[in-house]
């Protein structure tokens, strides 16, 4: 429940009308969800889709969807950069 409640906290603000929901993906194991954190979620109007418990490693929506398309693009500009003889990328940059 307070990862819920934390959850709630820091996307709440983000919302552009107080009708709109936010999407939480879980992992559909059933020691991960209960009727308290269902309960909350139907108040808070936080959409949540439950994974097959178990099979979120085969899934791994973050991973496909957002992680490797970043990490494409990443090694794509360091390699030209490394190309072109530079050879360290401090963080900020």
Request: hydrophobic fraction near 40%; charge should be positive; glycine fraction near 2%.
């Given at each position: 429940?307070?990862?819920?409640?934390?959850?709630?906290?820091?996307?709440?603000?983000l919302l552009v009308s107080p009708d709109d929901y936010r999407v939480l993906l879980c992992d559909g194991h059933g020691s991960h969800i209960s009727a308290a954190f269902i309960s909350y979620?139907?108040?808070n109007?936080?959409?949540?889709?439950?994974l097959p418990p178990h099979f979120s490693h085969l899934l791994q929506p973050l991973d496909v969807g957002v992680l490797r398309p970043l990490k494409s693009a990443t090694a794509l500009r360091q390699?030209?950069?490394?190309?072109?003889?530079?050879?360290?990328?401090?963080?900020?940059?």
């Open positions: 429940m307070n990862w819920i409640k934390h959850f709630n906290a820091r996307t709440k603000p979620s139907i108040q109007r936080i959409d949540v889709i439950l390699s030209r950069l490394f190309r072109s003889g530079i050879r360290r990328v401090e963080k900020i940059e």
